[in-house]
Nanobody
Framework: QVQLVETGGGKVQAGSSLRLSCAAS????????VAWFRQAPRMAREFVAS????????DYLDSRKGRFTISRDNAKNTAYLAMNNLDSEDSAVYFC?????????????????WGQGTQVTVSS
């Protein structure tokens, strides 16, 4: 069992940056792949980025590649999503998710553990 808690969301202006954190507790975090998803009002949950247990491999939503960076610190049991040059399309609740069977999947059902989410609101 892994418990995940996201922090770092907030209200920012377009062009700003934010870094989200996903703190994990429970079983060994280093065995779990982590992904970030987001969900805007009245929209389906959308894959944003994922990272392998070692941190060596990452995958991104194509439209955010180069602006978003996923990383992790296994010593701190924490994963991060750094987001630069935010725009209104990035407004959503951001969720982190984890699985001990990481396959770089972009599908929600590939991840077994989820946090409660953190709100990001970008104003133009």
């Amino acid at each position: 069992q892994v418990q995940l808690v996201e922090t770092g969301g907030g209200k920012v202006q377009a062009g700003s940056s934010l870094r989200l954190s996903c703190a994990a507790s429970g079983r060994s975090f280093r065995d779990y792949g982590v992904a970030w998803f987001r969900q805007a009002p009245r929209m389906a949950r959308e894959f944003v980025a994922s990272i392998s247990p070692s941190g060596y491999n990452a995958d991104y939503l194509d439209s955010r590649k180069g602006r978003f960076t996923i990383s992790r610190d296994n010593a701190k049991n924490t994963a991060y999503l750094a987001m630069n040059n935010l725009d209104s399309e990035d407004s959503a609740v951001y969720f982190c998710a984890a699985t001990n069977a990481y396959s770089a999947s972009r599908r929600e059902w590939s991840y077994d553990y989820w946090g409660q989410g953190t709100q990001v609101t970008v104003s133009s």
